[in-house]
């Protein structure tokens, strides 16, 4: 089955700084990633998305890179606010007829002022 | 904000006790999945329903049953509760259709479940 593992449970940045979050998953049919962002007593939010015909892909301030042949994902949030501080899941979608997302462990995002 | 809502938002069961959860889903979206998660972790699929009938389903025992209705909001019913389904039940909703395989998911702000 798939598994999704996450390289840092938590990452510490200062305001400003560039901050990149990792993931590992294991199945090589996972064809869909998506990255969320889980504020406290909150459900997961959107932030941005890759298939698994592009190994890169930007929104607003953020930057997600895939690279299957090693089977890892990175979120990189350019300018990181205090705002950003939350849990940063990864989800991956087992290239399965039905939309079943993986999720992953979670990292804890603590910007600084 | 998503559109999607949840009811109740805290809910606090017995050992034993059955329990029904409710989730509307965004306008425009046919598809709702639910998800456990438990403290610290990140979420669990347990199924979900794409036009009133389930479509696939997580490693969840068959007292986890669900429903979805024809406008597309969905039940989630959990019965003989146990003190490990304490945790935060999250439903998402996606617009799916045949031929369309990534669809984004939008989760609701969750059910917080307590079992005593």
């Known amino acids: 089955g798939e598994s999704v593992g996450l390289h840092l449970p938590t990452l510490s940045v200062q305001e400003g700084d560039n901050s990149i979050i990792n993931c590992a998953y294991s199945n090589s049919a996972s064809d869909y990633f998506i990255w969320y962002k889980q504020e406290s007593g909150k459900g997961p939010q959107f932030i941005i998305d890759?298939?698994?015909?592009?190994d890169k892909r930007q929104g607003q301030r953020v930057t997600v890179l895939l690279n299957k042949t090693v089977k890892h994902l990175s979120l990189q949030i350019a300018a990181t606010q205090p705002g950003d501080s939350a849990v940063y899941f990864c989800a991956v979608r087992g290239g399965t007829s039905y939309g079943k997302l993986t999720f992953g462990q979670g990292t804890i995002l603590t910007v600084h002022p | 904000e998503t559109g999607v809502t949840q009811s109740p938002t805290h809910l606090i069961k017995t050992r034993g006790q059955q329990v029904t959860l409710r989730c509307s889903s965004q306008?425009?979206?046919?598809?709702v999945s639910w998800y456990q998660q438990a403290l610290g972790q990140g979420p669990q699929f347990i199924f979900q329903?794409?036009?009133?009938?389930?479509?696939g389903r997580g490693n969840f025992p068959p007292r986890f049953s669900g429903l979805q209705f024809p406008n597309y909001s969905s039940e989630l019913n959990v019965n003989a509760l146990e003190l490990d389904d304490s945790a935060l039940y999250l439903c998402?909703?996606?617009?799916?259709?045949?031929?369309?395989?990534?669809?984004?998911?939008?989760f609701g702000p969750g059910t917080r479940l307590t079992v005593l």
């Open positions: 890759i298939r698994s015909n592009m």
């Open positions: 306008s425009g979206h046919n598809t």
């Open positions: 329903y794409y036009r009133e009938e389930e479509n």
């Open positions: 998402a909703s996606s617009k799916e259709y045949w031929g369309s395989s990534y669809n984004e998911q939008f």
